[in-house]
């Protein structure tokens, strides 16, 4: 199974950047699709994004509107992401994850997830 570590989170003003960053061992990371979710205090866990091995990426439109970018460097076997222009509603805990392929994370079809790492706008 792949492990998953994700650092980077924190408090940020609206409007500022953060980088998250997964960083995995224990499996080959280039045979997994890579992916991003989130869950808010009292709210189901959502998928954000999630990037394939070729680094194609999908993103849930909704939720972060070109806001956020999904990378991946299969030397290093970690996985990023990118927030700019951050809000208030997007505080949340965010999990890393890997799954088969793009459209499993998409669904949720998930084989490892991270611990998470939350991540604090203030408006």
């Known amino acids: 199974q792949l492990q998953l570590v994700e650092s980077g989170g924190g408090l940020v003003q609206a409007g500022g950047s953060l980088r998250l960053s997964c960083a995995t061992s224990g499996r080959t990371f280039s045979n997994y699709a890579m992916g991003w979710f989130r869950q808010a205090p009292g709210k189901e866990r959502e998928f954000v994004g999630a990037?394939?091995?070729?680094?194609?990426?999908?993103y849930d439109a909704d939720s972060v509107k070109g806001r956020f970018t999904i990378s991946r460097d299969n030397a290093k076997n970690t996985v990023n992401l990118q927030m700019n222009s951050l809000k208030p509603e997007d505080t949340a805990v965010y999990y890393c994850?890997?799954?088969?392929?793009?459209?499993?994370?998409?669904?949720?079809?998930?084989?490892?997830w991270g611990q998470g790492t939350q991540v604090t706008v203030s408006s």
């Open positions: 990037i394939n091995p070729l680094g194609r990426a999908t």
């Open positions: 994850a890997a799954g088969q392929s793009n459209d499993h994370v998409r669904r949720y079809d998930i084989e490892s």
